[in-house]
């Protein structure tokens, strides 16, 4: 009976592990650092009191814990002998992993939503999108993605392991996984879809809000003002199209298999570089962020100056 899995994909070398592990750990500290900032920044300035950048701090949080169900084990693999990982470990990393990242695609789409009622709404947008919408699309997010994958989890967990415990990808994942189970499991592809139907559904969702926001800017007669509209949905668009699009590949391609190298390149897209870029997107690239980022590290001067 197999109770640990052994990470293959990794090169088993040392020395040259260090060539991976010191770039991939300020990759890690640049994820949480940032992220932190963005969300520590929103709950703090007033004038970031909005339903768009409620969303993206809830998005930032989000990505800090993300990130931290996978890239810490990755770290440890990278330079230990030892790239292994037991079977609750590896099961409360598929748990959480993809908890948060259904949290983050539900979290996008009422991102979505908040920008299409802000731009083809404009003049009921107070009055819908208010604080308590706000936390309820948040608390809906959360339960959907903790709830959905709790029953393939469970399931999972009752399943015999008595073959080969290789696992060739970065992190603990269904597929890799279900392949060392030693029965049927020919039950996935009803909750395959089920997640399928949930990603599809996400994305349409996003995708016609976006569609139809395109069409009202390009109608609106200031070119200021189609500007301003298109670099609020920006940033939005290229978090959606860089998670939703690494996702599809990922875990829509129906009966296509890649190598294992296409396999590591497609989980790394949209378990590191997603939350690399995400604080890039929401703060280099947005004039409030980086002044309300600003306002805070002047005040933290003011007050360690009146300290001393």
Same mark, same amino acid.
């Given at each position: 009976?197999?109770?640990?899995? &052994?990470?293959?994909?990794?090169?088993?070398?040392?020395?040259?592990?260090l060539?991976?592990? $010191?770039?991939?750990?300020?990759? %890690?500290?640049?994820?949480?650092?940032?992220?932190?900032?963005?969300?520590?920044? &929103?709950? *703090?300035?007033?004038?970031?009191?909005?339903?768009?950048?409620?969303? $993206?701090?809830?998005?930032?949080?989000?990505?800090?814990w %993300?990130?931290?169900?996978?890239?810490?084990?990755? *770290?440890?693999? !990278?330079?230990?002998?030892?790239?292994?990982?037991?079977?609750?470990?590896?099961?409360?990393q598929?748990?959480?992993?993809h908890? !948060?990242?259904?949290?983050?695609?539900?979290?996008?789409?009422?991102? =979505?939503?908040? +920008?299409?009622?802000?731009? #083809?709404?404009?003049l009921?947008?107070?009055?819908?999108?208010?604080?308590?919408?706000?936390?309820?699309?948040?608390?809906?997010?959360c339960?959907?993605g903790?709830?959905?994958v /709790?029953?393939?989890?469970?399931?999972?967990?009752?399943?015999p392991?008595?073959?080969?415990?290789? $696992?060739?990808?970065?992190? #603990?994942?269904?597929?890799?996984?279900?392949r060392?189970? #030693?029965?049927?499991?020919? /039950?996935?592809?009803?909750?395959?879809?089920?997640?399928?139907a949930?990603?599809?559904?996400?994305?349409? &969702?996003?995708?016609?809000?976006?569609?139809r926001?395109?069409?009202?800017?390009? +109608?609106?007669?200031?070119?200021?003002?189609?500007?301003?509209a298109?670099s609020?949905?920006? =940033?939005? !668009?290229?978090?959606?199209? !860089?998670?939703?699009?690494?996702?599809?590949?990922?875990y /829509?391609?129906?009966s296509?298999?890649?190598?294992?190298?296409?396999?590591?390149?497609?989980?790394?897209?949209?378990?590191?570089?997603v939350?690399f870029?995400n604080?890039i997107? %929401?703060?280099l690239?947005?004039?409030?962020?980086?002044?309300?980022?600003?306002?805070?590290? #002047?005040?933290?001067?003011?007050?360690?100056?009146?300290?001393?």
């Open positions: 009976m197999v109770n640990q899995f &052994v990470f293959t994909v990794f090169p088993n070398f040392h020395e040259g592990g060539f991976f592990f $010191i770039p991939l750990l300020l990759i %890690y500290g640049f994820i949480i650092t940032g992220n932190l900032i963005i969300f520590i920044v &929103v709950q *703090l300035d007033v004038i970031l009191h909005t339903p768009m950048y409620f969303f $993206i701090s809830v998005l930032s949080f989000l990505e800090t %993300y990130s931290t169900t996978t890239i810490p084990k990755m *770290l440890s693999n !990278l330079v230990s002998k030892n790239k292994t990982i037991s079977l609750t470990g590896c099961l409360m598929m748990y959480f992993f908890s !948060l990242g259904i949290t983050e695609g539900c979290v996008l789409t009422a991102m =979505a939503i908040d +920008r299409y009622i802000a731009i #083809c709404r404009p009921r947008y107070q009055t819908i999108m208010t604080p308590q919408l706000c936390v309820c699309l948040t608390t809906g997010s339960l959907c903790f709830l959905l /709790l029953p393939e989890i469970a399931w999972i967990a009752t399943l392991f008595c073959q080969s415990n290789q $696992i060739n990808q970065i992190f #603990c994942d269904f597929t890799p996984v279900l060392l189970a #030693c029965t049927d499991t020919s /039950l996935v592809i009803i909750v395959d879809a089920i997640h399928g949930e990603i599809l559904a996400s994305f349409l &969702v996003i995708a016609l809000s976006y569609l926001i395109i069409v009202v800017i390009l +109608r609106m007669p200031s070119a200021e003002g189609r500007h301003k298109f609020t949905c920006a =940033a939005h !668009l290229a978090v959606f199209l !860089l998670f939703f699009g690494s996702v599809a590949v990922m /829509l391609r129906f296509a298999t890649y190598s294992v190298f296409w396999d590591t390149a497609i989980a790394v897209t949209f378990v590191i570089l939350p870029l604080p997107i %929401y703060s690239r947005n004039k409030d962020m980086k002044d309300a980022i600003g306002r805070l590290f #002047c005040y933290q001067k003011v007050l360690s100056g009146a300290g001393s």
